[in-house]
Antibody, heavy 118, light 106 residues
């Protein structure tokens, strides 16, 4: 059974940093691109970042470019999202998701809540 | 960026009804269009990928379209079909989502 389990969320002050992790199991992690998608309270889904299989390519939404970095450790079957210079507008549930061929996201974690507030 | 616009934003229907949700892309995205269902407090769930391919879902769900116009049709609505439905394009980065369509079962 495919499982994606996010961790690392919490309360952080504006300007602070957090690193989210997503532990994958139930599938061979290395060959698949992975993504982060967030959802602000009561709002819709926003794709924010993806990383290719192997990690050579990374993509970011303009809203987080220059502040967030994405990485992966295939030896640990883990995806990361380093978030710096956090703003109130970054408050959201952050989901990691597995990217299938064609770009659909076929498996999602349960999400981790990030709250940016003083 | 490619803008995805869903309509309607919300709808209410009865068990047994058929409903259609539309998704329009601001430019052609071929068939790089996917549909998700999200229930309150839960992660989204992929229903249909590449506009019309099923992801292990009941056959009452159907997706169609290509280019800029796409539809998700749910035939014979069931009580468990409530939730919010999102379309998403993966033709080009950023991979944008529609704003969502909230489906309420009467």
């Amino acid at each position: 059974e495919v499982q994606l389990v996010e961790s690392g969320g919490g309360l952080v002050q504006p300007g602070g940093s957090l690193r989210l992790s997503c532990a994958a199991s139930g599938f061979t992690f290395g060959p698949y691109a992975m993504s982060w998608v967030r959802q602000a309270p009561g709002k819709g889904l926003e794709w924010i970042s993806s990383i290719s299989a192997g990690g050579a390519e990374a993509y970011f939404a303009d809203s987080v470019k220059g502040r967030f970095t994405i990485s992966r450790d295939d030896s640990k079957n883990t995806l990361y999202l380093q978030m710096n210079s956090l703003r109130a507008a970054d408050t959201a549930i952050y989901y990691c998701a597995k990217w299938m061929d064609g770009g659909a996201l076929d498996y999602w974690g349960q999400g981790t809540l990030v709250t940016v507030s003083s | 960026d490619i803008q995805m616009t869903q309509s309607p934003s919300s709808l209410s229907a009865s068990v047994g009804d058929s409903v259609t949700i539309a998704c329009r892309a601001s430019q052609s995205i071929s068939n790089y269009l996917h549909w998700y269902q999200q229930k309150p407090g839960k992660a989204p769930n992929l229903l249909i990928y590449s506009a019309s391919s099923f992801n292990g879902i009941p056959s009452r769900f159907s997706g169609s379209g290509s280019g800029t116009h796409f539809t998700l049709t749910i035939y014979s609505l069931q009580p468990e079909d409530f939730g919010t439905y999102y379309c998403q394009q993966s033709y080009s980065m950023p991979y944008t989502f529609g704003q969502g369509t909230k489906l309420e079962i009467k």
